[in-house]
């Protein structure tokens, strides 16, 4: 007995020093382990490929780390396959392997996938809602635009979009605290050939019970201005014992945030009434401050020539109550020192007209003066201007009223003669006092999803403007120059996601434009000027009402104002085609830095101006590519491109070629830089 205890003890102590010896191993090796750095992530696919390299290298971690990390391998791993099967392939799975070159102290690592078969729905249960109302039913099951339906193949995505669909109905007819479960699926493994590589998916819902909009009450911190409570309730779009909808609530909020001086309104549950299926709310607002001054420095792009400035700005955002707020600023334009500015102006905007929250307006009073190369340019104007918001189920969503009132004089400050005969026209300090009433008329149609990168829907816009209605009767009675012209406009914009992520989170669009716009001349344009014994017969339509080509917002290619059939390109022309076709990514959208608002476009414009639309021929449509950078703000993208005269109709009086790569052609005429802030279209 004692033998055997001793052959024990001495098997025991040899067995811990055997492991106490590999311990140490172990630890260096894994310690050597952990620090050799990833030198390749290689991703291989035996059998069929349904998804690129580069998107499976998004999804793991390996591939932006510096070194190696077991556990995070094998997480990889496991990555891919769930990536899998959320995109129907139920039966991937992904083999790996590891080469280390312990001299460079480098490992390469390789993820070997076998995607197998696609799996396909065979059929949806959605449990708890089934004795919902037939109207709600309907919404769900016949409104609803599914992706999700038998014989498609499945993805996480299209299901997790359906129960989201479906969550919405119901919060928005009542059922506020409307859930779903995590959703069921079910692999089939049946022997019937029409079954195989099907699968079922249970959607459970709990809608519980439904509820009605009870009181809200108002309050207002610190209310030192003496804003009313009626301001915020207007702005509540739904009403006391109406259904539930959280769209309500949401665009309620919404609409209340546009009230310049509320700087947080939004709405809480206060309590919830459970025997009367009611749920009470609060709105505690806080209010910004209703006086602000503040400098100003800025871009401008007028007539498609880019305007650097200063300036001085104050609101007023509960000017005379109401929620009216006032804007007026100070400005100075400068685009050379030739070419300048001054801007004067006070705008009161107006919510609530009539009382229609869908009706709102504004009233402007501006002064301006402005230098050109041998002109001056001096006015005050009023404008008036008419918003009506349509509901977003009609096609168009936006109607807007547009009355311009200016009067402006226009003075030389150079002779203009004649270039054949060389003699004086007009001279020096001679002016002109122009009376104008333009009224404009737009309808627009807007679907698109996001205001500073749209990756999906289109914008379209129809113009109607007319000058010299009333001018007209006025023009004898003031000795006055009046301009007669009536002009339609068509602005079509159309976005298309072309990365592989949602809508919402897409980095890559295709964006289109197509302008197409014509000015009709009418009447006697005669101009009155002052110094001279007669009236002028002149084609004189104000550049601003003109339509213009090349520039930043144009066809890049060209600067400001350079490109058109036309005798003056500087005095732009009365028929336009225009349109471009531009590739916007955003690759650094998931970094965390400063570069995740950094965006990058290549693009194709085409475009030019004639005298009318008699005079369009297709062989002088102007093309432009290039390539520009983009920094996304909050007001917009700050760009720079370059463009390119890919082929120009005009090629200038030194002839040269019209291809960029034609015989003759001198690469320093060829291209363009741009700056802007916005989008180009």
């Not at 390299?53 to 997480?75: G, P, Q």
């Not at 009609?394 to 060389?422: A, C, G, H, P, S």
């Not at 009418?522 to 000027?529: Q, S, T």
């Amino acid at each position: 007995m004692g033998k055997k205890i001793f052959q024990y003890y001495i098997l025991s102590v040899a067995y811990i020093i055997f492991m106490s010896s590999l311990s140490p191993a172990q630890n260096e090796n894994q310690f050597e382990i952990l620090n050799y750095e990833i030198d390749e992530v290689n991703i291989e696919f035996k059998g069929s490929k349904s998804f690129d390299t580069d998107e499976i290298i998004r999804i793991i971690k390996s591939s932006s780390e510096e070194y190696f990390d077991r556990s995070e391998f094998i997480l990889d791993a496991e990555r891919i396959e769930k990536f899998y099967f959320d995109n129907g392939f139920l039966d991937a799975y992904v083999d790996t392997s590891l080469t280390f070159d312990h001299n460079d102290l480098e490992v390469i690592e390789t993820f070997i996938i076998h995607e197998n078969v696609l799996y396909k729905i065979n059929k949806i249960d959605y449990v708890g809602i089934e004795n919902l109302s037939s109207n709600l039913t309907h919404l769900i099951f016949f409104e609803n635009n599914s992706d999700l339906e038998p014989n498609q193949s499945y993805s996480r995505e299209k299901l997790t979009q359906e129960i989201s669909k479906i969550l919405t109905v119901l919060q928005d007819n009542g059922y506020a605290n409307a859930s779903s479960e995590p959703p069921e699926i079910i692999k089939i493994l049946s022997g019937n050939p029409i079954l195989k590589h099907k699968l079922n998916l249970k959607l459970i819902f709990h809608t519980g019970d439904r509820f009605r909009f009870g009181k809200t009450k108002i309050n207002i911190r610190n209310n030192k201005y003496g804003i009313s409570k009626s301001d915020l309730e207007r702005e509540l779009v739904y009403k006391e014992n109406d259904i539930y909808s959280k769209e309500k609530l949401v665009e309620s909020e919404n609409r209340i945030s546009k009230i310049s001086i509320v700087e947080n309104g939004s709405i809480q549950i206060d309590n919830v009434d459970t025997v009367h299926h009611l749920i009470n709310f609060k709105i505690d607002a806080i209010l910004s401050n209703k006086y602000e001054v503040s400098p100003e420095i800025f871009g401008y792009e007028i007539s498609n020539r880019f305007y650097g400035g200063v300036g001085l700005s104050f609101i007023d955002r509960y000017f005379f109550g109401g929620g009216r707020t006032l804007i007026s600023n100070a400005r100075i334009l400068v685009h050379s020192l030739e070419i300048y500015g001054f801007d004067l102006s006070a705008r009161i905007y107006q919510p609530y007209i009539l009382n229609n929250p869908k009706l709102t307006g504004s009233y402007k009073l501006g002064s301006t003066i402005f230098s050109e190369d041998s002109i001056r340019i001096s006015g005050i104007s009023n404008e008036f201007s008419f918003d009506y918001e349509l509901p977003v189920y009609t096609y168009i969503n936006e109607l807007i009223l547009d009355w311009k009132l200016e009067n402006v004089r226009i003075t030389f400050t150079k002779d203009i003669t004649d270039t054949d005969t060389n003699l004086i026209i007009i001279p020096a300090d001679a002016n002109i006092d122009i009376f104008s009433s333009i009224l404009g008329f737009t309808a627009v149609h807007n679907n698109s999803n996001n205001f500073l990168f749209p990756s999906r829907g289109n914008i379209q816009t129809y113009s109607l403007e007319e000058s010299g209605l009333i001018g007209g009767l006025l023009k004898n009675i003031f000795k006055v120059s009046t301009i007669n012209y009536f002009k339609f406009t068509s602005l079509n914009r159309f976005y298309f996601n072309v990365s592989k992520k949602p809508d919402e989170i897409s980095s890559a669009v295709l964006a289109t434009k197509f302008l197409i716009g014509s000015l009709f001349e009418y009447g006697e344009n005669k101009l009155r000027f002052n110094g001279l014994e007669q009236e002028v017969e002149a084609d004189f339509v104000p550049i601003e009402a003109r339509y213009l080509c090349g520039g930043s917002s144009s066809v890049r290619g060209w600067g400001a104002m350079e490109l058109g059939i036309i005798p003056n390109k500087r005095n732009g022309g009365n028929f336009i085609v225009e349109g471009s076709f531009e590739h916007r990514t955003k690759p650094f959208m998931d970094v965390k830095s400063i570069f995740k608002d950094l965006g990058f476009v290549t693009f194709l414009d085409y475009g030019n101006v004639w005298e009318n639309a008699g005079k369009f021929k297709l062989n002088e449509i102007a093309l432009a590519i290039g390539g520009g950078i983009r920094y996304y703000t909050i007001i917009g993208p700050v760009r720079f491109d370059i463009g390119f005269k890919l082929y120009d109709p005009q090629p200038g009086p030194d002839g040269g070629a019209k291809w960029i790569l034609g015989k003759g052609a001198r690469f320093e005429d060829k291209y363009t830089f741009q700056i802007g802030i916005g989008n180009t279209f």
